[in-house]
């Protein structure tokens, strides 16, 4: 996997994720609270390249997101949450 982009920032609860290249086996999108504290888990279809996930249950507020494929990290960012 080569390139992740995350979309829309700031978001509403919907986000989108596209991967420039197709998921491998165990690719996964993590997204962590201000205190480092894991507060979303996905788990990526193996091909895919687009994904959306609802996060409209998780509080307003600054996320760090990274997305792991076959334990290294492809893409890293910051997600503005808000409802």
């Not at 609860?13 to 290249?21: D, F, I, P, T, W």
């Not at 193996?46 to 959306?52: F, I």
């Not at 249950?57 to 997101?65: A, E, V």
């Not at 792991?68 to 492809?74: F, K, M, P």
């Amino acid at each position: 996997v080569q390139g992740v982009s995350v979309f829309p920032n700031p978001n509403s609860g919907q986000v989108n994720l596209a991967l420039s290249l197709p998921a491998a086996t165990g690719t996964e999108w993590v997204l962590y609270d201000g205190l480092g504290r894991p507060a979303y888990r996905g788990t990526l279809a193996t091909g895919q390249t687009e994904y959306v996930f609802e996060l409209d249950r998780l509080p307003p507020g600054l996320y760090f997101w990274e997305a792991t494929s076959e334990g290294r990290r492809v893409g890293s960012g910051k997600l503005v949450l808000q409802h």
